[in-house]
């Protein structure tokens, strides 16, 4: 979401006259688009703009926007001296003024308590000419104990059917092959219009742009993946099959404290409805170990979900007490000793469940979207299958953008290796 936000703030510069540099002592304005998910992130923050503050040109703007500064607002002003400008996640549309604004001198901090009711559409500079981002709803109406999101999102807005395929039209005419439809809850697209949609709906009006061969959806929730919208991707030829559900644990207590609204049954119920009727499709999660109160016991049953599950991939995290978040104040806190002893243990898990998940695609032909050269090795190029698996292959510069044909030859825990079929 925030790499989206970003893309979108370049469109919105360039209505003002800035265009991107890579590099940053050439910047006359220089922004940090921040995450506010983990206290990881948030220190971040503060190291790079103590980094940009050192090192920046004379006279250069610093501004910070995203979930931190929707948080922090004017205290961020406060802290940061050398701050000129702190605009959060609900008022993006509103850049160009603000940094006009800043241009003369003055330090502001402007925030949105929610989005406008008429979502305001924005222009978008793309990073990548054939893989694009399409927001589809923004904000979270759940609680969970654990997570600033709502807070620093708001409430669930959709933008329009329309509005979503005028932008997947033009992305089909700009020769665009993949689009990834994105929500911090997707899978709630559409319950907030009139007349109400669902994301099912959505997949089947894209699958009718043939330019675009490939449609993908972020992040979903497994109460709200009903059995229309796993139909529609079962139906929709273009639809991947790749499913992200973060379960978050895999104990029944843990769950209902970090009120997710279902049970480990629930889960298994969705995960069987989704390889039931798409037995090829790749199913990756979420977990967070050391949720307050969690006891060896509770832990283990979520290392045993992953043996049960046979994740694709798991995105790991050590719990991190959140601002305006109810468990952050629970007295039950896990020690953080503890915390990262689970999270090594549980990693081990999902890397040896994950190896024998990658290992099925061994001697198999995949069609792979080629991104761009291999970070490891220069001779490689490197893409993802349907199920969003990251394949490596020897080819050149003229893949990239192509999809191809891949036989698989070898494959660990986070990628596999085949060659090009001619
Ligand atoms: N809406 C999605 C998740 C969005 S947040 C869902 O409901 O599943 C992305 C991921 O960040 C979450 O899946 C969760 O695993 C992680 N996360 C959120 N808050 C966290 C916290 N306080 N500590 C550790 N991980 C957290
Ligand atoms: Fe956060 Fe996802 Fe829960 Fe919303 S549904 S509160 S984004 S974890």
């Known amino acids: 979401m925030n790499k989206s936000d970003s893309e979108h703030m370049l469109g919105l510069l360039d209505e003002i006259g800035y265009a991107q540099t890579d590099n940053e002592k050439n910047a006359d304005l220089m922004i940090l688009n921040t995450c506010a998910i983990r206290e990881g992130a948030e220190d971040k923050v503060f190291s790079y703009l103590g980094h940009w503050n050192k090192h920046k040109r004379d006279g250069t703007l610093i501004a910070v926007g995203g979930c931190v500064a929707q948080d922090m607002g004017e205290d961020l002003l406060k802290r940061c001296s050398y701050v000129n400008l702190v605009f959060g996640t609900h008022n993006l549309h509103r850049l160009p003024d603000l940094v006009l604004q800043a241009e003369k001198g003055e330090r502001i901090a402007e925030l949105f308590t929610e989005l406008p009711d008429d979502l305001p559409e924005t222009p978008v500079i793309r990073q990548?000419?054939?893989?694009?981002?399409?927001?589809?709803?923004?904000?979270?109406?759940?609680?969970?104990?654990?997570?600033?999101?709502?807070?620093?999102?708001?409430?669930?807005?959709?933008?329009?059917?329309?509005?979503?395929?005028?932008?997947?039209?033009?992305?089909?005419?700009?020769?665009?092959?993949?689009?990834?439809?994105?929500g911090q809850n997707v899978t709630a697209y559409g319950h907030d219009l009139d007349p109400v949609r669902h994301l099912g709906h959505l997949i089947e009006m894209i699958g009718e742009q043939d330019a675009i061969r490939r449609i993908r959806f972020l992040t979903g929730h497994p109460r709200d993946l009903n059995p229309e919208i796993i139909d529609?991707?079962?139906?929709?030829?273009?639809?991947?099959?790749?499913?992200?559900?973060?379960?978050?644990?895999?104990?029944?207590?843990?769950?209902?404290?970090?009120?997710?609204?279902?049970?480990?049954?629930?889960?298994?119920?969705?995960?069987?409805?989704?390889?039931?009727?798409?037995?090829?499709?790749?199913?990756?999660?979420?977990?967070?170990?050391?949720?307050?109160?969690e006891t060896d016991q509770e832990f283990m049953n979520t290392v045993n979900l992953v043996e049960e599950m046979c994740f694709d991939a798991v995105n790991t995290a050590a719990y991190s007490p959140r601002p305006h978040t109810p468990a952050a104040n629970w007295p039950d806190q896990v020690p953080e000793e503890v915390k990262n002893e689970r999270l090594r243990f549980l990693n081990t898990?999902?890397?040896?469940?994950?190896?024998?998940?990658?290992?099925?695609?061994?001697?198999?032909?995949?069609?792979?979207?080629?991104?761009?050269?291999?970070?490891?090795?220069?001779?490689?190029?490197?893409?993802?299958?349907?199920?969003?698996?990251?394949?490596?292959?020897?080819?050149?510069?003229?893949?990239?953008?192509?999809?191809?044909?891949?036989?698989?030859?070898?494959?660990?825990?986070?990628?596999?290796r085949g060659s090009l079929v001619s």
Request: charged share 25%.
């Open 128 to 182: 990548n000419d054939f893989s694009a981002w399409v927001s589809v709803i923004y904000g979270c109406d759940y609680n969970c104990t654990y997570c600033i999101v709502p807070y620093v999102r708001g409430r669930e807005k959709s933008r329009t059917p329309d509005v979503i395929l005028q932008e997947i039209n033009e992305l089909a005419n700009a020769g665009y092959k993949e689009v990834t439809l994105l």
């Open 349 to 416: 898990v999902v890397s040896e469940v994950s190896h024998r998940r990658n290992k099925r695609c061994l001697d198999t032909v995949c069609e792979v979207l080629v991104e761009g050269r291999s970070q490891r090795n220069p001779e490689r190029v490197s893409g993802r299958t349907r199920t969003n698996k990251i394949v490596n292959f020897v080819g050149d510069d003229s893949l990239i953008g192509k999809l191809v044909n891949v036989r698989i030859e070898a494959a660990n825990p986070w990628a596999l």
């Open 232 to 293: 529609a991707v079962a139906k929709v030829p273009s639809a991947c099959e790749y499913f992200h559900l973060p379960i978050q644990a895999g104990d029944d207590r843990t769950l209902r404290r970090m009120a997710r609204g279902y049970n480990v049954d629930f889960y298994r119920k969705v995960a069987s409805q989704v390889r039931d009727r798409i037995p090829d499709a790749a199913l990756t999660s979420d977990l967070i170990v050391g949720f307050p109160g």
